[in-house]
Nanobody
Framework: QVQLVESGGGLVQPGGSLRLSCAASGNIFSIYNMGWYRQAPGKQRELVARISSGGSTSYADSVNGRFTISRDNGKNTVHLQMNSLKPEDTAVYYC???????????????WGQGTLVTVSS
């Protein structure tokens, strides 16, 4: 069993910054890609940023240059540093990971419970 737990969401003013964290725990053999998605009310979930096990990153055009994704493989943790936040960044942010489970070596796609980011003055 594997779970992802996000933290770091909250209320921030436009132009401000937040740092989201996501820790994976449980029966983990290895973790490949990790990413952050977000979903606003009435909108579909979208990919925000993704990072491979080797550190290769990609970003949605809407956040490129403002957000930075990083990971600590030793702690099975991924972070999203969000700078120059805009009201349109308001959403529930979800952590996602592609994981190979220990013992069974099953490939799993795991989602966190989400953390709310509200950008408002």
């Amino acid at each position: 069993q594997v779970q992802l737990v996000e933290s770091g969401g909250g209320l921030v003013q436009p132009g401000g910054s937040l740092r989201l964290s996501c820790a994976a725990s449980g029966n983990i053999f290895s973790i490949y890609n990790m990413g952050w998605y977000r979903q606003a009310p009435g909108k579909q979930r979208e990919l925000v940023a993704r990072i491979s096990s080797g550190g290769s990153t990609s970003y949605a055009d809407s956040v490129n240059g403002r957000f930075t994704i990083s990971r600590d493989n030793g702690k099975n943790t991924v972070h999203l540093q969000m700078n120059s936040l805009k009201p349109e960044d308001t959403a529930v942010y979800y952590c996602n990971a592609n994981i190979v489970a220990a013992t069974t070596y099953r490939r799993l796609e795991v989602w966190g419970q989400g953390t709310l980011v509200t950008v408002s003055s």
